[in-house]
T-cell receptor
Framework: GDSVTQMEGPVTLSEEAFLTINCTYTATGYPSLFWYVQYPGEGLQLLLKATKADDKGSNKGFEATYRKETTSFHLEKGSVQVSDSAVYFCALSEGARGGADGLTFGKGTHLIIQP | EAGVAQSPRYKIIEKRQSVAFWCNPISGHATLYWYQQILGQGPKLLIQFQNNGVVDDSQLPKDRFSAERLKGVDSTLKIQPAKLEDSAVYLC??????????FGSGTRLTVV
């Protein structure tokens, strides 16, 4: 079945550091890929997505590129801020069956940014 | 646009008791999902509805969990009887044509 593997946390960085959170996936078809973020005390929010190979999703300074050849969707940001401290989830969806399929999530990576 | 509404926000029950969660999706969203998020893990899909029909319930523990979607709008998820390992946050999400997923804030269940 489908699965998502992301780097274990917590990841602790200083403000303005470069961020990479690795994500690789296993899927039977051609999935859509997502990054979700969960800030302390809040619900899951979509951060960015990509629906086909070589697509780049971006939002709030975060980027991720859909790499079919390496089955990866690594999250990057050039300069992190304290407000980026949260748990980040990589996820995939196999696509339509009369509507969007459910999401398969990774275990999450807790990011801590120190001032 | 109102978000996905869930209630209650928190629930504490003893093992072997029953519990029910309620979800009201975004108006017009045909697809509704229930996820279970155990502490330290990513959410796991329990069941997916398309209107009032079940699309995928392959990961729903059917001996104790049940769910229904009344008239293709609201949904309830029930656990009977609850076990200690059911302690988790139960998330509802909905999606519509051309729209992405929207998650509710979840119900945090503690089984003692």
């Amino acid at each position: 079945g489908d699965s998502v593997t992301q780097m274990e946390g917590p990841v602790t960085l200083s403000e303005e550091a470069f961020l990479t959170i690795n994500c690789t996936y296993t899927a039977t078809g051609y999935p859509s890929l997502f990054w979700y973020v969960q800030y302390p005390g809040e619900g899951l929010q979509l951060l960015l997505k990509a629906t086909k190979a070589d697509d780049k999703g971006s939002n709030k300074g975060f980027e991720a590129t859909y790499r079919k050849e390496t089955t990866s969707f690594h999250l990057e940001k050039g300069s992190v801020q304290v407000s980026d401290s949260a748990v980040y989830f990589c996820a995939l969806s196999e696509g339509a069956r009369g509507g969007a399929d459910g999401l398969t999530f990774g275990k999450g990576t807790h990011l801590i940014i120190q001032p | 646009e109102a978000g996905v509404a869930q209630s209650p926000r928190y629930k504490i029950i003893e093992k072997r008791q029953s519990v029910a969660f309620w979800c009201n999706p975004i108006s017009g969203h045909a697809t509704l999902y229930w996820y279970q998020q155990i502490l330290g893990q990513g959410p796991k899909l329990l069941i997916q509805f398309q209107n009032n029909g079940v699309v995928d319930d392959s990961q729903l523990p059917k001996d104790r969990f049940s769910a229904e979607r009344l008239k293709g709008v609201d949904s309830t998820l029930k656990i009977q009887p609850a076990k200690l390992e059911d302690s988790a946050v139960y998330l509802c999400a909905s999606s519509g044509q051309g729209h992405g997923y929207t998650f509710g804030s979840g119900t945090r269940l503690t089984v003692v």
